[in-house]
């Protein structure tokens, strides 16, 4: 297949070099180096990447009725709300003993009797979590968009979940999401979903996230 003369005078490796459009770069990069010594036979080869898990998937706010500003519910479509569209992703929890994972956020929740009954100062809060030893360790306070994203917007008295989180309280929680000045925290409240800030001074309710 080649030349006797030439395959006497180089010793002829035969080097199967196959690339993807990510491997490219190092082909032509070797290259001169390889053709030194070498016979190289750059064979295309398509690789199929593996589908990305999305990133920001924005879960759906569970509200599902849509209502006017005088608070009447309207059923003919003209209200462009969150319970119009429903979009976002289906919420899907698992439960592990007193911790909850939210499979869309990749957050495990805490769960267990002292959400129900524990209230502390913003920085006691922060204190708290980062002590707490549940399924293990590395708990923190959740910052006001993460808090956000367990709030079921078409439920009242409690805005949770029930189903899948068995201990809570209709009351507000502090986030670790200080306000203008740092002497306030954004908290949700979880009768009702509101979200507003208070003094840091003041106790609320906690529920770890990690």
């Given at each position: 297949?080649?030349?006797?003369?030439?395959?006497?005078?180089?010793?002829?490796?035969?080097?199967?070099?196959?690339?993807?459009?990510?491997?490219?770069?190092?082909?032509?990069?070797?290259?001169?180096?390889?053709?030194?010594?070498?016979?190289?036979?750059?064979?295309?080869?398509?690789?199929?990447?593996?589908?990305?898990?999305?990133?920001g998937r924005l879960k759906k706010t569970g509200q599902t009725k849509s209502y006017n500003s005088?608070?009447?519910r309207v059923i003919d479509g003209s209200?462009?709300?969150?319970?119009?569209?429903?979009?976002?992703?289906s919420p899907r929890y698992t439960?592990?003993?007193?911790?909850?994972?939210?499979?869309?956020?990749?957050?495990?929740?805490?769960?267990?009797?002292?959400?129900?009954?524990?209230?502390?100062?913003?920085?006691?809060t922060k204190q708290y979590c980062s002590e707490l030893n549940l399924n293990g360790v590395g708990w923190r306070v959740p910052n006001i968009h993460e808090l956000q994203t367990i709030v079921v917007y078409g439920a009242y008295n409690p805005s949770i979940d029930t189903n899948v989180f068995l201990n809570y309280y209709t009351s507000a929680f502090w986030s670790s999401t200080l306000g203008v000045g740092g002497t306030s925290a954004w908290r949700v409240n979880f009768e009702?979903?509101?979200?507003?800030?208070?003094?840091?001074?003041?106790?609320?309710g906690i529920r770890c996230v990690r």
């Open positions: 297949m080649f030349n006797k003369s030439f395959s006497r005078s180089v010793n002829i490796v035969l080097t199967l070099f196959i690339f993807t459009a990510y491997s490219h770069a190092e082909a032509v990069k070797y290259l001169p180096m390889m053709l030194d010594t070498s016979i190289v036979v750059l064979v295309p080869f398509k690789i199929k990447k593996p589908t990305p898990i999305p990133k005088d608070g009447v209200i462009k709300d969150d319970g119009y569209y429903q979009a976002g992703v439960r592990y003993k007193d911790v909850v994972t939210d499979h869309v956020t990749g957050l495990h929740w805490q769960d267990n009797s002292e959400v129900r009954r524990v209230t502390k100062t913003w920085q006691k009702d979903g509101d979200t507003d800030f208070r003094s840091i001074s003041f106790t609320m």
